[in-house]
């Protein structure tokens, strides 16, 4: 049964969906205290679910299937048009980039040098660490190869035993990478930054309780249980968002998921 027959045949709860960054179990630990302090705010009975892997939930997104949904700025572009997702808020102060590492002997200084070659990332759908580099350097015709080694950890594995010229990742990973590995790499090119991850409402979800979501989401930042939970996720705070935030995310002109909600 999907999650939408679900949420049809209980009226009163809310499904509220995760992207899949990390395990369903680490995720669930997480995510579920802040939903069940935003159920003690609102009144409405708002409950975690997340998918298996990235495509899953991009489908189930397509389908509607969450009434709340925590995605990449990528995928709010397109389920913004179907099935009609709103954002409504996004982490406070918070910033998106990627980078591109090299071995730290490599005698390639500039992006433009990875021209028709092959670079590694960890998926197709990492925003940061493969949609945006991948989309800056098209933008400045270079033209390189992709291959997609499943973690961001395989990434700078793979450019630090010499199997690739340079990788996708982002800092934090990069900064948490074995340290053997690590001090093998540096970092040549930073992306510019985009608006980060949505919490966005399906237009199914009537007024009255996404204004109640809006409320409990804001005092969050204020209450000191709320602050402790939103640290548990990496959060500085909470803030409300509206559609023209990602902007800058479709400037990108991406076209990945283009079959998906046709």
Do not use: C
């Not at 899953?56 to 099935?83: C, S, W």
């Not at 021209?115 to 400045?140: G, L, T, V």
């Not at 450019?159 to 340079?166: D, I, M, S, T, Y």
Request: no cysteine; proline share 6%; hydrophobic share 40%.
């Amino acid at each position: 049964m999907s999650l939408l027959a679900v949420s049809s045949a209980n009226a009163s709860s809310l499904y509220f969906g995760v992207v899949p960054q990390q395990s369903a179990n680490k995720m669930a630990k997480l995510w579920t205290p802040i939903f069940q302090y935003l159920s003690e705010k609102t009144g409405e009975d708002i409950r975690f679910s997340t998918a298996r892997d990235i495509p899953t939930f991009e489908k189930r997104l397509a389908r509607g299937e969450y009434d709340i949904a925590y995605m990449n700025p990528y995928h709010y572009t397109v389920f913004h048009q179907v099935p009609g997702y709103q954002a409504i808020a996004r982490q406070k102060d918070k910033r998106i980039k990627g980078i591109v590492v090299v071995h730290k002997d490599s005698p390639i200084q500039d992006i433009a040098e990875l021209d028709k070659q092959k670079m590694a990332f960890p998926s197709p759908a990492a925003f940061a660490a493969s949609i945006i580099p991948r989309a800056k350097m098209e933008q400045q015709g270079i033209e390189i190869i992709p291959s997609y080694v499943s973690s961001h950890d395989s990434v700078y594995m793979n450019v630090a035993r010499g199997f690739f010229p340079a990788g996708g990742g982002v800092m934090r990973t990069f900064n948490n990478s074995a340290p053997e590995i690590r001090d093998q790499l540096k970092v040549l090119w930073t992306t510019p930054t985009y608006t980060p991850h949505a919490i966005a409402i399906h237009p199914r979800v009537n007024a009255d309780t996404v204004a109640k979501i809006k409320a409990a989401l804001l005092e969050m930042n204020q209450d000191p249980k709320g602050k402790a939970l939103l640290k548990d996720i990496n959060f500085k705070g909470i803030e409300l968002a509206e559609n023209a935030d990602w902007d800058d995310v479709r400037a990108l002109n991406i076209k990945l998921l283009d079959e998906v909600i046709k």
